[in-house]
Nanobody
Framework: QVQLVESGGGLVQAGGSLRLSCAAS????????MGWFRQGPGKEREFVAA????????????HYTEAMKGRFTISRDNARNTVYLQMNNLKPEDTAVYYC??????????????????WGQGTQVTVSS
């Protein structure tokens, strides 16, 4: 079992920044790809970003477009069993509940995942205009 606990969400004005954290406990954290999904009001849950166990491979939603490129950065610290999502230049459309996730699927395949092995409880991010 892996337990995931997110923190760092909140209310921020458009253009602001937040850093989400996800602390993992339980089974060996370092063997899992870690990532983030989000679910906005009235929307389906969608993939945001994923990072492999060593931190050398990352993958973002809309990997080859400008929608999120350069604004969101995922990272992990295996010594602290923690994964982070740095979010800059936030926009109102980024408003969502952000969920931490753990799965053994490689990061590049996360955009097609409908479910993962472990989910966190979610943290609310609200961006005001």
């Amino acid at each position: 079992q892996v337990q995931l606990v997110e923190s760092g969400g909140g209310l921020v004005q458009a253009g602001g920044s937040l850093r989400l954290s996800c602390a993992a406990s339980g089974r060996t954290f370092g063997f899992y790809t870690m990532g983030w999904f989000r679910q906005g009001p009235g929307k389906e849950r969608e993939f945001v970003a994923a990072i492999n166990w060593g931190g050398s491979v990352v993958y973002y939603r809309d990997h080859y477009t400008e929608a999120m490129k350069g604004r969101f950065t995922i990272s992990r610290d295996n010594a602290r069993n923690t994964v982070y999502l740095q979010m800059n230049n936030l926009k109102p459309e980024d408003t969502a509940v952000y969920y931490c996730a753990a799965d053994q699927t490689r990061p590049g395949a996360w955009s097609t995942l409908k479910n993962v092995e472990y989910w966190g409880q979610g943290t609310q991010v609200t961006v005001s205009s």
